[in-house]
Every structure is written in structure tokens, then in C-alpha cells.
Nanobody, 124 residues
Framework: QVQLVESGGGLVQAGDSLRLSCAAS????????MGWFRQAPGKEREFVAR????????YYADSVKGRFSISRDNAQNMVYLQMNSLKPEDTAVYYC?????????????????WGLGTQVTVSS
């Protein structure tokens, strides 16, 4: 049974940093590209970042480029999202997801497995 468990969310002030973690189990981790998505109150879930299976390729939403960084540790079956210079508009539930697809990195329906999410709240 595949499980993705996010952690590291919390309440921070604008300009602060947070690192989210996602622990994966039940899958051959390095076969999967991993993504982070987020859903703000009253909005649709949106793409944030993605990293390829081997970890060599990364993609970011324009809204987080230069502030967020995705990484993975295939030996530990972990994926991370380092979030710097946080803004109130980054407030959302952040989800970790896994996909075997090598294209259309932002398309949610191509992701096979999802975590339950972790709340990030950024106060102004």
C-alpha cells in the first residue's frame, strides 16, 4: 500500500522559511517523479513544484520560482520543499504527490498517489 505523509507545516510570519517533508512508502521511490501542490481556501489546487525520479530535473510554478526549492533523498524515500521568503498568499494546504508520468508535470490527474496534506499559514 502506497503512503505519502507530509509534515513540517505550521504558522509563520511573512518573510520566514519552512521546510516541508514528504515520506513515501510502498512504492519504488526512484521510479516516481514527485510533486508538491497546494490548495488555498476557496481556490482550486495548483501545481507548486516537481522533481524527477533521479532528481536531476526540477520545475516550479512562476509564483514560487526563486523562493521555493524541491529536493529528494532517494535513499530515505523522502522529498522536501524548502520555502523561503514566505508570503501570505502562500497560505494553503500543501500536498505531496507521486507520478510515473514523464510529461505534463503540472497536470494533477497524471499523479497516481497523493498525501493528505499539511497546512501552511503565513501571517502578514
Amino acid at each position: 500500500q502506497v503512503q505519502l505523509v507530509e509534515s513540517g507545516g505550521g504558522l509563520v510570519q511573512a518573510g520566514d522559511s519552512l521546510r516541508l517533508s514528504c515520506a513515501a512508502s510502498g512504492l519504488t521511490f526512484d521510479y516516481y517523479a514527485m510533486g508538491w501542490f497546494r490548495q488555498a481556501p476557496g481556490k482550486e489546487r495548483e501545481f507548486v513544484a516537481r522533481i524527477s525520479g533521479p532528481g536531476g530535473s526540477t520545475y516550479y510554478a512562476d509564483s514560487v520560482k526563486g523562493r521555493f526549492s524541491i529536493s529528494r533523498d532517494n535513499a530515505q524515500n523522502m522529498v522536501y520543499l524548502q520555502m523561503n521568503s514566505l508570503k501570505p498568499e502562500d497560505t494553503a494546504v500543501y500536498y505531496c504527490a507521486a507520478t510515473r508520468s514523464t510529461s505534463s508535470y503540472y497536470v494533477q490527474r497524471l499523479y497516481d498517489y497523493w498525501g493528505l496534506g499539511t497546512q501552511v499559514t503565513v501571517s502578514s
